[in-house]
């Protein structure tokens, strides 16, 4: 049981560290400028993100499902996942987004 834990907790910590790596932020990074072509510019919605480690957790098909909150704000959401390809490199397969980040960002 002790083992299981300990297994647990280093998977946990390994499936943090990787989503909130540099190479993790190139994968998932174009999906900001794909819904928001001004992201992090003072005419674009998007000015900032934060990784909610609470919601990071392996995919049972494969690789890391999370999500991403923008601005600070618990409703607009971007949920992600990333995988790694057959050359070993972080890719993001796919994104979803809130309600109310996508109505927001039609504004």
């Avoid at 996942?81 to 796919?94: C, H, P, Q, R």
Wanted: glycine content about 4%.
């Amino acid at each position: 049981m002790i083992n299981s834990r300990s297994e647990k907790e280093n998977e946990n910590s390994q499936m943090i560290k990787l989503v909130e790596s540099k190479e993790a932020e190139k994968a998932f990074y174009h999906w900001f400028t794909y819904v928001d072509p001004q992201a992090f510019k003072k005419e674009g919605f998007i000015q900032s993100y934060e990784i909610d480690r609470n919601s990071i957790s392996k995919n049972p098909m494969s690789g890391i499902d999370f999500d991403i909150i923008i601005n600070g704000d618990s409703d607009f959401i971007i949920s992600c996942n990333i995988n790694k390809n057959s050359d070993g490199e972080i890719e993001s397969t796919s994104a979803t987004y809130s309600d109310k980040l996508s109505q927001a960002l039609e504004r």
